[in-house]
């Protein structure tokens, strides 16, 4: 298993700037992809960004240019900048792991951090 634990999240004001960190523990090996989803009020969970163990990023179009993600593979940490937020950006944010073993597949998620954008 893989247990993870978020850190950072709060109230900013719009333009202002928040910095999300998540720590795997446990089983980490064979864990690939690492990245965040937030879910807002009354709407779906959305991928906002993600990055692989060999570095290539996916990024949600509504924070192109203004989040970065990066990860920390001897640590099993993974990290969201975000810069200029909205009051759009407003969710819960939640930490993703997606391991593979034996072709296999195994998603992990943490405990969601709470981030308030105030107009």
């Known amino acids: 298993q893989v247990q993870l634990v978020e850190s950072g999240g709060g109230l900013v004001q719009a333009g202002g700037s928040l910095r999300l960190s998540c720590a795997a523990s446990?089983?980490?090996?064979?864990?690939?992809?690492m990245g965040w989803y937030r879910q807002a009020l009354g709407k779906q969970r959305e991928l906002v960004a993600a990055?692989?163990?060999?570095?290539?990023?996916n990024y949600a179009d509504s924070v192109k240019g203004r989040f970065t993600i990066s990860r920390d593979n001897a640590e099993n940490t993974v990290s969201l900048q975000m810069n200029s937020l909205k009051p759009e950006d407003t969710a819960v944010y939640y930490c993703?792991?997606?391991?593979?073993?034996?072709?296999?597949?195994?998603?992990?998620w943490g405990q969601g951090t709470r981030v308030t954008v105030s107009s």
């Open positions: 993703n792991v997606v391991r593979t073993r034996y072709g296999a597949q195994y998603n992990y």
């Open positions: 990055i692989s163990r060999s570095g290539n990023i």
């Open positions: 446990g089983i980490t090996s064979g864990i690939n992809t």
